[in-house]
């Protein structure tokens, strides 16, 4: 069984390909289960900053995609909906009205502030990129309590764009804020991504390593694996060594995207 519950397809503002593009790819690389979880950013939605996310026209592809591959691919109709606590009113009422099969959680930037993708960290002094990170987890927290958050994503986004600039910055720093975070989504039923974006560049996945085990110390056992992939040939890229990560590291069971919340099986 291989499960990648992380990817994007042409219904993301900065997707690649088309569903059934993914799919095929999927099937390919012998994928069992995918998640196709486009982008809505819904405070950048709403304020203007990106493309209007076409939920209705999403689902159609995923039900064609769904008939297409038949015996093939499970497939479940998903979204990263990015700050969902921003625009509270509006999120729920879209995981209603889509009647999701997987809502994958992130925070891509803090409120008023662009996304984390663009800010300059070579030019940030110590002190304003530590209350950044510290912001950023305490958002993290708020994601992974949202009603009907399945997953939450890539949780040290900050910290691995600061790593790609190749500034030092430890995570150890943060041990107790992320202790804390681990607390809320075990509470919640949130599970933990391990993202292989990275991973498959040569760097440390998100979460590293580190704190996986800090998950798993504080109780944590819910995992799903995602690429993040925004291409066709990206789809399951590192998930197989993701696998074996949590195998050392002493999990048992990953969970994969599907009709009816999230599914174990042993890895």
Same mark, same amino acid.
């Given at each position: ?19 059934? $593009? =993914? ?13 196709? $979880?486009?982008?809505? +950013?819904?405070?950048? !939605?709403?304020? @203007? /900053? ?20 038949? @015996? ?5 109709? @998903? ?14 009422? *879209?995981?209603?009205?889509? &009647?999701?099969?997987?809502?994958? !959680? ?6 008023? !502030? ?33 009603? &009907?958050? +399945?997953?939450?994503?890539?949780? $040290?986004?900050?910290?691995? *764009? ?31 991504? /391990? ?6 560049? &040569? ?15 504080? @109780?944590?056992? /819910? ?25 050392? *590291? &002493?999990?048992?069971? !990953? ?6 919340? =999230? ?5």
């Amino acid at each position: 069984m291989i499960a990648d519950s992380h990817s994007h397809s042409l219904f993301s503002f900065d997707g690649h390909d088309d569903v059934a $593009t =993914l799919c095929r790819a999927a099937i390919d690389r012998g994928i069992s289960a995918l998640a196709v $979880t486009d982008h809505c +950013d819904i405070d950048g !939605v709403l304020d @203007g /900053l990106y493309p209007p996310y076409d939920g209705k026209a999403a689902s159609e592809a995923i039900l064609s995609a769904k008939e297409e591959f038949r @015996g093939k691919l499970d497939i479940a109709f @998903g979204v990263e909906l990015g700050q969902p606590y921003l625009r509270e009113k509006e999120a729920s009422a *879209l995981i209603r009205e889509m &009647g999701y099969d997987f809502v994958l !959680v992130s925070v891509h930037n803090l409120e008023n !502030v662009p996304d984390f993708y663009y800010l300059n960290y070579n030019a940030m002094p110590d002190a304003l990129l530590k209350s950044l990170m510290h912001r950023a987890i305490d958002d993290l927290c708020r994601a992974a309590s949202f009603p &009907g958050a +399945d997953t939450l994503a890539h949780i $040290t986004y900050p910290w691995r *764009l600061v790593r790609r600039e190749g500034r030092p910055f430890d995570l150890a720093d943060f041990a107790d804020e992320y202790r804390h975070l681990f607390r809320v989504m075990i509470e919640h039923g949130t599970a933990l991504e /391990l993202n292989t974006k990275m991973l498959r560049r &040569g760097f440390p996945p998100d979460p590293p390593a580190e704190l996986l085990r800090l998950y798993r110390d504080e @109780g944590g056992e /819910l995992v799903t694996v995602g690429s993040d992939a925004h291409t066709a040939a990206e789809i399951g890229g590192g998930v197989p060594e993701a696998y074996e990560l949590l195998r050392s *590291l &002493g999990f048992r069971y !990953v969970s994969a995207a599907g009709a009816g919340g =999230l599914h174990p099986f042993k890895i």
